[in-house]
T-cell receptor
Framework: ETGVTQTPRHLVMGMTNKKSLKCEQH?????MYWYKQSAKKPLELMFV???????ENNSVPSRFSPECPNSSHLFLHLHTLQPEDSALYLC?????????????FGPGTRLTVT | AQSVTQPDIHITVSEGASLELRCNYS??????LFWYVQSPGQGLQLLLK??????LVQGIKGFEAEFKRSQSSFNLRKPSVHWSDAAEYFC?????????????FGTGTKLQVIP
């Protein structure tokens, strides 16, 4: 595997479910990111991790819980989501956090909350 | 705080025609500027970047962009569009903040290529 991979690619969940999104980067990067992409809205940065430490949380609701066990893996744990949380969730990585503009993105997980 | 505007939501060009996608930014100092492309069902891919130096930068897939400080613009160009260029294009501006670079993305321009 190369680049940034995300699983699952599609996810349908009810509002009471608990699920997790997984991201893995094979680039040796030190910074990882979660984004939310909704139709007709700018890309929203959710979380930033630098060397496994969370360095940014952009006022994301607590129903989204990130986890970064090492610099290659990033998870987004989901629980009691709302329909408005339906979106494409993108994971990205960069060599260092001061090179955040040069990010490598995964293909995303298309999440539908019913 | 920085911001970026992509005034065109949707653009249609004929295959073989030239392309220019507009991007305007707002930032007090010299910005870091980027263009990304997102094909359907895919994540974003970095096309090119500008940090300093030559204001005309070359990227992948035959794209180029020109930084114009006086106009606060960083427009993306391609001399001859191919059908495979149909995608959504995002301009982004980055600003250093301590040891981090804060990146702001535009809302994107969707490119349709017709035969």
């Amino acid at each position: 595997e190369t680049g940034v991979t995300q699983t699952p690619r599609h996810l349908v969940m009810g509002m009471t479910n608990k699920k997790s999104l997984k991201c893995e980067q094979h680039l040796g990067h030190n910074a990882m990111y979660w984004y939310k992409q909704s139709a007709k809205k700018p890309l929203e940065l959710m979380f930033v991790y630098n060397f496994k430490e969370q360095t940014e949380n952009n006022s994301v609701p607590s129903r989204f819980s990130p986890e970064c066990p090492n610099s290659s893996h990033l998870f987004l744990h989901l629980h009691t989501l709302q329909p408005e949380d339906s979106a494409l969730y993108l994971c990205a990585s960069s060599q260092e956090p001061d090179r955040a503009g040069e990010q490598y993105f995964g293909p995303g997980t298309r999440l539908t909350v019913t | 705080a920085q911001s970026v505007t992509q005034p065109d939501i949707h653009i249609t060009v004929s295959e073989g025609a030239s392309l220019e996608l507009r991007c305007n930014y707002s930032y007090g100092a010299t910005p870091y500027l980027f263009w990304y492309v997102q094909s359907p069902g895919q994540g974003l891919q970095l096309l090119l970047k500008y940090f300093s130096g030559d204001t005309l930068v070359q990227g992948i897939k035959g794209f180029e962009a020109e930084f114009k400080r006086s106009q606060s613009s960083f427009n993306l160009r391609k001399p001859s569009v191919h059908w495979s260029d149909a995608a959504e294009y995002f301009c982004a501006v980055g600003a250093r903040s301590g040891g981090y670079q804060k990146v702001t993305f535009g809302t994107g321009t969707k490119l349709q290529v017709i035969p």
